[in-house]
Protein backbone atom coordinates (compact mmCIF):
# COMPACT_ATOMS: atom_id res chain seq x y z
CA UNK A 1 0.00 0.00 0.00
CA UNK A 2 1.72 3.42 -0.49
CA UNK A 3 2.70 5.65 2.17
CA UNK A 4 -0.21 8.51 1.07
CA UNK A 5 -2.85 6.05 1.30
CA UNK A 6 -1.73 4.37 5.08
CA UNK A 7 -2.95 6.29 8.31
CA UNK A 8 -0.79 4.87 10.77
CA UNK A 9 -0.25 7.68 13.36
CA UNK A 10 3.16 8.04 12.63
CA UNK A 11 2.94 10.88 10.72
CA UNK A 12 0.44 13.34 9.17
CA UNK A 13 -1.83 12.37 6.14
CA UNK A 14 -3.15 14.96 3.90
CA UNK A 15 -7.14 14.77 3.51
CA UNK A 16 -7.28 12.10 6.17
CA UNK A 17 -5.57 13.24 9.69
CA UNK A 18 -7.71 16.06 11.48
CA UNK A 19 -7.36 19.36 10.50
CA UNK A 20 -6.12 20.35 13.63
CA UNK A 21 -3.08 18.25 13.56
CA UNK A 22 -2.27 18.98 10.18
CA UNK A 23 -3.02 23.01 11.00
CA UNK A 24 -1.05 22.43 14.22
CA UNK A 25 2.17 21.16 12.36
CA UNK A 26 1.91 23.63 9.49
CA UNK A 27 1.79 26.13 12.05
CA UNK A 28 5.46 25.07 13.51
CA UNK A 29 6.25 24.94 10.02
CA UNK A 30 5.51 28.43 9.62
CA UNK A 31 7.33 29.77 12.96
CA UNK A 32 10.19 27.97 11.45
CA UNK A 33 9.83 29.77 8.34
CA UNK A 34 9.91 33.60 9.80
CA UNK A 35 12.95 32.95 11.54
CA UNK A 36 14.81 31.47 8.45
CA UNK A 37 17.39 33.49 6.49
CA UNK A 38 19.38 32.14 3.11
CA UNK A 39 21.75 29.16 3.28
CA UNK A 40 21.19 25.26 2.75
CA UNK A 41 18.41 23.19 4.75
CA UNK A 42 17.98 20.26 6.33
CA UNK A 43 14.16 18.70 7.57
CA UNK A 44 15.29 15.76 9.71
CA UNK A 45 12.11 13.38 9.37
CA UNK A 46 11.02 15.45 5.94
CA UNK A 47 7.99 12.56 5.88
CA UNK A 48 5.80 13.11 2.25
CA UNK A 49 7.41 16.40 2.10
CA UNK A 50 4.24 18.72 2.09
CA UNK A 51 5.44 20.98 4.64
CA UNK A 52 9.44 20.90 4.10
CA UNK A 53 8.79 22.59 0.42
CA UNK A 54 7.26 25.28 2.09
CA UNK A 55 10.70 25.86 3.53
CA UNK A 56 12.04 26.16 0.16
CA UNK A 57 13.40 29.66 -1.44
CA UNK A 58 15.64 30.65 -4.56
CA UNK A 59 19.13 31.55 -2.02
CA UNK A 60 17.10 28.04 0.51
CA UNK A 61 17.64 24.99 -1.11
CA UNK A 62 16.02 22.12 1.06
CA UNK A 63 16.98 18.15 1.86
CA UNK A 64 14.16 16.11 3.66
CA UNK A 65 15.33 13.24 5.34
CA UNK A 66 13.25 10.18 6.78
CA UNK A 67 13.71 6.90 7.72
CA UNK A 68 10.65 5.52 5.66
CA UNK A 69 11.55 4.26 1.99
CA UNK A 70 7.96 4.91 1.00
CA UNK A 71 7.66 8.41 2.51
CA UNK A 72 10.70 9.50 0.73
CA UNK A 73 9.41 7.80 -2.23
CA UNK A 74 6.16 9.73 -1.91
CA UNK A 75 8.36 13.06 -1.36
CA UNK A 76 10.83 12.91 -4.34
CA UNK A 77 7.75 11.67 -6.76
CA UNK A 78 5.22 14.58 -5.45
CA UNK A 79 7.38 17.50 -4.83
CA UNK A 80 11.31 16.52 -5.77
CA UNK A 81 13.23 19.41 -7.75
CA UNK A 82 15.94 21.76 -7.83
CA UNK A 83 15.27 23.52 -4.51
CA UNK A 84 14.05 19.85 -2.91
CA UNK A 85 16.19 16.83 -2.47
CA UNK A 86 15.07 13.95 -0.68
CA UNK A 87 16.90 10.91 0.63
CA UNK A 88 16.10 8.04 2.99
CA UNK A 89 18.67 8.24 6.42
CA UNK A 90 18.51 7.50 9.94
CA UNK A 91 18.02 10.61 12.14
CA UNK A 92 20.90 9.27 14.36
CA UNK A 93 23.57 8.80 11.58
CA UNK A 94 22.99 11.81 8.68
CA UNK A 95 25.45 11.58 5.96
CA UNK A 96 26.28 14.83 5.97
CA UNK A 97 29.88 16.20 7.07
CA UNK A 98 30.00 18.62 10.27
CA UNK A 99 28.32 22.44 9.74
CA UNK A 100 27.00 21.15 6.45
CA UNK A 101 23.50 23.44 7.04
CA UNK A 102 22.68 26.65 7.88
CA UNK A 103 19.62 25.23 9.06
CA UNK A 104 18.42 22.28 10.38
CA UNK A 105 14.42 21.52 11.16
CA UNK A 106 13.57 19.13 13.57
CA UNK A 107 9.32 18.92 13.71
CA UNK A 108 7.43 16.42 15.92
CA UNK A 109 10.42 14.22 15.77
CA UNK A 110 12.44 14.34 18.81
CA UNK A 111 9.44 12.46 20.76
CA UNK A 112 9.62 9.46 18.70
CA UNK A 113 13.00 8.26 19.71
CA UNK A 114 13.71 6.44 23.72
CA UNK A 115 17.55 8.32 23.14
CA UNK A 116 16.27 11.84 22.14
CA UNK A 117 20.20 13.12 22.86
CA UNK A 118 22.00 11.28 19.80
CA UNK A 119 19.40 13.38 17.60
CA UNK A 120 20.40 16.51 19.32
CA UNK A 121 24.17 15.98 18.93
CA UNK A 122 23.66 14.82 14.99
CA UNK A 123 21.92 18.29 14.43
CA UNK A 124 24.20 19.91 16.63
CA UNK A 125 27.11 18.16 14.40
CA UNK A 126 25.48 19.23 10.77
CA UNK A 127 24.30 22.51 11.47
CA UNK A 128 27.47 25.67 10.60
CA UNK A 129 28.70 27.48 14.01
CA UNK A 130 26.55 30.62 13.14
CA UNK A 131 23.38 28.72 12.16
CA UNK A 132 20.31 27.30 13.73
CA UNK A 133 18.21 24.36 14.73
CA UNK A 134 14.42 24.60 15.19
CA UNK A 135 13.07 21.68 17.09
CA UNK A 136 9.24 21.33 17.37
CA UNK A 137 7.87 18.62 19.83
CA UNK A 138 4.28 18.46 21.61
CA UNK A 139 4.09 19.64 25.02
CA UNK A 140 4.59 16.96 27.56
CA UNK A 141 1.32 17.45 29.73
CA UNK A 142 -0.91 18.70 26.86
CA UNK A 143 -0.39 15.39 24.51
CA UNK A 144 -2.57 12.62 24.12
CA UNK A 145 -1.34 9.05 23.90
CA UNK A 146 0.32 7.92 20.93
CA UNK A 147 2.97 4.29 21.02
CA UNK A 148 4.92 6.67 18.36
CA UNK A 149 5.27 9.04 21.38
CA UNK A 150 8.33 6.98 23.43
CA UNK A 151 9.53 10.13 25.09
CA UNK A 152 8.14 13.33 25.60
CA UNK A 153 9.18 16.61 26.92
CA UNK A 154 8.14 19.87 29.37
CA UNK A 155 9.85 22.64 28.86
CA UNK A 156 12.18 22.15 31.18
CA UNK A 157 13.68 19.27 29.91
CA UNK A 158 13.78 20.27 26.43
CA UNK A 159 15.59 23.73 27.87
CA UNK A 160 18.08 21.44 29.39
CA UNK A 161 18.97 18.96 26.79
CA UNK A 162 19.85 21.69 23.80
CA UNK A 163 21.96 23.61 26.65
CA UNK A 164 23.66 20.22 26.67
CA UNK A 165 24.72 20.66 22.80
CA UNK A 166 23.93 24.13 22.38
CA UNK A 167 24.97 27.42 23.68
CA UNK A 168 22.80 29.79 22.59
CA UNK A 169 18.33 27.94 23.60
CA UNK A 170 15.25 30.22 23.00
CA UNK A 171 12.64 28.02 24.02
CA UNK A 172 8.77 29.05 23.41
CA UNK A 173 5.85 27.91 21.92
CA UNK A 174 3.13 26.91 19.48
CA UNK A 175 -0.32 27.19 20.63
CA UNK A 176 -3.86 27.71 19.01
CA UNK A 177 -6.96 30.22 19.74
CA UNK A 178 -9.15 28.34 22.46
CA UNK A 179 -11.78 27.10 20.23
CA UNK A 180 -9.59 25.12 18.30
CA UNK A 181 -7.91 23.24 21.55
CA UNK A 182 -11.84 22.68 22.76
CA UNK A 183 -11.84 20.73 19.22
CA UNK A 184 -8.54 18.52 20.84
CA UNK A 185 -9.91 18.34 23.89
CA UNK A 186 -13.00 17.15 22.38
CA UNK A 187 -11.77 14.29 20.47
CA UNK A 188 -9.61 13.13 23.02
CA UNK A 189 -11.97 12.78 25.56
CA UNK A 190 -13.83 10.69 23.10
CA UNK A 191 -10.73 8.70 22.56
CA UNK A 192 -10.60 7.93 26.13
CA UNK A 193 -13.89 6.43 26.48
CA UNK A 194 -12.26 3.70 24.04
CA UNK A 195 -9.08 3.17 25.67
CA UNK A 196 -11.05 2.62 29.02
CA UNK A 197 -12.02 -0.72 27.61
CA UNK A 198 -8.89 -1.64 28.16
CA UNK A 199 -9.60 -2.15 31.74
CA UNK A 200 -6.47 -4.40 32.77
CA UNK A 201 -4.25 -1.63 30.66
CA UNK A 202 -3.28 -4.78 28.74
CA UNK A 203 -1.63 -2.10 25.76
CA UNK A 204 1.14 -1.02 28.14
CA UNK A 205 2.09 -4.28 29.00
CA UNK A 206 2.52 -6.08 26.02
CA UNK A 207 5.20 -5.31 23.79
CA UNK A 208 5.65 -1.87 21.94
CA UNK A 209 5.48 -3.87 19.05
CA UNK A 210 2.43 -5.34 18.99
CA UNK A 211 0.68 -1.89 20.55
CA UNK A 212 2.01 -0.35 17.62
CA UNK A 213 0.89 -3.14 15.04
CA UNK A 214 -2.35 -2.61 17.11
CA UNK A 215 -2.87 0.78 16.91
CA UNK A 216 -1.86 1.13 13.46
CA UNK A 217 -4.61 -1.12 12.40
CA UNK A 218 -7.49 0.46 15.11
CA UNK A 219 -6.54 3.88 13.86
CA UNK A 220 -8.45 4.24 10.72
CA UNK A 221 -11.91 2.93 12.13
CA UNK A 222 -11.26 5.19 15.38
CA UNK A 223 -10.90 8.10 13.52
CA UNK A 224 -14.62 7.13 11.50
CA UNK A 225 -15.81 6.58 14.94
CA UNK A 226 -14.72 9.61 16.94
CA UNK A 227 -12.84 12.11 14.42
CA UNK A 228 -15.78 11.92 11.45
CA UNK A 229 -15.98 14.63 9.46
CA UNK A 230 -12.67 16.37 11.05
CA UNK A 231 -10.44 16.15 7.71
CA UNK A 232 -10.68 18.08 4.40
CA UNK A 233 -11.23 21.22 6.19
CA UNK A 234 -14.84 20.32 7.12
CA UNK A 235 -13.61 21.89 10.58
CA UNK A 236 -12.61 25.33 9.61
CA UNK A 237 -9.29 25.22 11.44
CA UNK A 238 -6.76 26.91 9.58
CA UNK A 239 -3.21 27.88 10.09
CA UNK A 240 -3.92 31.48 11.50
CA UNK A 241 -5.51 29.84 14.55
CA UNK A 242 -1.99 29.23 16.04
CA UNK A 243 0.37 31.63 16.77
CA UNK A 244 3.94 31.46 18.51
CA UNK A 245 3.84 32.65 22.25
CA UNK A 246 6.49 33.01 24.60
CA UNK A 247 4.30 32.28 27.60
CA UNK A 248 4.02 28.03 27.84
CA UNK A 249 1.98 26.43 30.66
CA UNK A 250 0.74 23.09 31.07
CA UNK A 251 -2.41 23.89 28.41
CA UNK A 252 0.37 24.98 25.21
CA UNK A 253 0.21 22.29 23.24
CA UNK A 254 3.50 22.48 21.20
CA UNK A 255 7.10 23.00 22.49
CA UNK A 256 9.25 25.59 19.51
CA UNK A 257 12.80 26.21 20.70
CA UNK A 258 15.59 27.71 18.13
CA UNK A 259 18.68 26.27 19.06
CA UNK A 260 22.25 28.47 18.45
CA UNK A 261 26.05 27.92 18.82
CA UNK A 262 26.67 24.53 18.68
CA UNK A 263 28.84 22.75 21.58
CA UNK A 264 31.55 21.03 19.23
CA UNK A 265 32.45 17.22 20.41
Keep these: ?31 VREKLGPGPLLDVGCGQGFESITLAAPDRPVIGVDYSADAVEFARSKFGGESFEVAQMDAFKLGFSAGSFQSVCSSHLIEHFHEPALHVAEMARVVADD ?61 RKVLAFDVFDLRHKIPQSWYVAAYTRLLPIAYKLIARGDSGGTKGITIDDWSVTEQIDETTLVLFAVARKPRRR
Design 1 to 31: MSENARLTGERPQQGVTPDSLLTLHAAGYRA
Design 131 to 191: GAVYVLTPNEPADFENPFHLHLFDAAELRTMLEEHFEEVWLGGVDAVDWVKADFAERRAKA
